[in-house]
C-alpha cells in the first residue's frame, strides 16, 4: 500500500526522467486521461452516471457505466488510495467499452463524497497522505466485505447486468486487499478478481486478505509492482502456495521495471506498457470466468 517510502521511490523516478510533480500534475481532466489510453477496439456505446447506492453505514457515491443497450457481465471496481476520481472513471468508461456493466465506487464514502482529496490528489503532501490513510484505516475486513455485498447487490439489480453471468472484480493499491475480501463476502458471485500493485495482501495479522483464499472459488490475476516485490519478496510466495493448497487458479506476476502505483494514468509512475500488459491479462482472465 502506499507510504512514504512509495512516495520516495516516486520522486526518485520522476527525478531520473526530468520531471517534477508541478509539471506532471497538469494531467488531470478526464479529456486528458482519456487521450493518454489507447483506444478500444469495437467500443461499444456506454450510458454512464453517478450513483447514490444505500449501504449499511451511509450512502455511497459511486460512478456507474455500462454499454447502452443489452445485459452484460458486472465489474466491481476498486480505486486506490486517493479514491474515486476522473482517472478511474476513465478506467470504468474504458471497461464498460470492453462490454461489461462497471461500478466504480467511492471507498470512502463514510467521510466525504468523491472526489475526496480533489482530482489529482498529491500523495507526497503530508497532510494529503494522513487524510487519506486515515480513511483507508476504517476499511477493515468487516467494513469491506459488508460494502462488498452492498455494492454487488446494486449491480445485480441493474437492467444492464446480466446475472446469470458471474461477477469481476478489479482493484488498484489498497484496492488488491478488497478484492480478497469481495470474493470472500461473495462467493457465489465473484468468478474472477484482479489486483494491481496491491498491497497488504498477505501479512502475518489474523485479517490477512490471504487467509481468505480458500473462502472463494474466483480465479485470480495479481500483477505485482517490482519495487513492492523488491521491499515483500516472501509475499508472492505466499499467495502462490495459499491459491495452490486451495486449488484455485491464479496468476501471480512481478512487472518488470514498475512502481507502486504504475497502472492508473494520472499516476507519476505510470508505465503505459506495463499497464496495458496488466489491462490485457484482466480482459483475459474476465474473458474465461465471468461467461
Excluded at 482519456?34 to 457515491?61: F, H, N, R, Y
Amino acid at each position: 500500500m502506499c507510504d512514504i517510502f512509495t512516495e520516495q521511490d516516486n520522486e526518485a523516478f520522476l527525478k531520473s526522467r526530468g520531471l517534477n510533480r508541478r509539471n506532471f500534475n497538469k494531467v488531470g481532466t478526464i479529456a486528458a486521461l482519456t487521450a493518454m489510453l489507447p483506444a478500444t477496439a469495437c467500443a461499444q456505446t456506454i450510458q454512464e452516471k453517478t450513483v447514490q447506492i444505500d449501504m449499511p453505514d451511509g450512502v455511497s457515491d459511486c460512478y456507474f457505466v455500462a454499454p447502452a443497450s443489452g445485459q452484460h457481465p458486472a465489474v466491481l471496481m476498486w480505486p486506490d488510495i486517493k479514491g474515486l476520481r476522473p482517472a478511474f472513471k476513465v478506467m470504468g468508461k474504458r471497461m464498460a467499452e470492453n462490454g461489461y456493466a462497471v461500478l466504480v465506487v467511492n471507498p470512502f464514502y463514510r467521510d466525504s463524497v468523491a472526489p475526496v482529496a480533489g482530482d489529482n490528489p498529491d500523495f507526497s503532501d503530508p497532510d494529503t497522505r494522513s487524510f487519506l490513510i486515515g480513511m483507508a484505516r476504517k476499511l477493515t475486513q468487516d467494513a469491506s466485505m459488508s460494502d462488498a455485498r452492498a455494492y454487488i447487490n446494486f449491480l445485480d439489480a441493474q437492467s444492464s447486468v446480466d446475472t446469470s453471468r458471474k461477477v469481476g472484480t478489479c482493484g488498484y493499491c489498497m484496492g488488491g486487499p478488497l478484492i480478497m475480501r469481495t470474493a470472500a463476502a461473495m462467493p457465489n458471485r465473484v468468478g474472477a478478481a484482479a489486483s494491481f500493485h496491491g498491497g497488504g495482501l498477505a501479512t502475518d495479522r489474523p485479517d490477512s486478505p490471504h487467509l481468505l483464499i480458500p473462502e472463494s472459488p474466483a480465479h485470480v490475476l495479481h500483477a505485482v509492482a517490482e519495487n513492492d516485490d523488491e521491499r515483500f519478496p516472501e509475499a508472492k510466495t505466499i499467495l502462490a502456495k495459499a491459491y495452490a493448497a486451495a486449488n484455485i487458479p491464479a496468476e501471480i506476476e512481478v512487472y518488470a521495471g514498475t512502481k507502486h502505483g504504475w497502472c492508473p494514468p494520472d499516476s507519476t509512475v505510470y508505465n503505459e506498457a506495463q499497464a496495458e500488459k496488466a489491462w490485457a491479462r484482466m480482459l483475459a482472465l474476465y474473458e474465461r470466468t465471468l461467461s
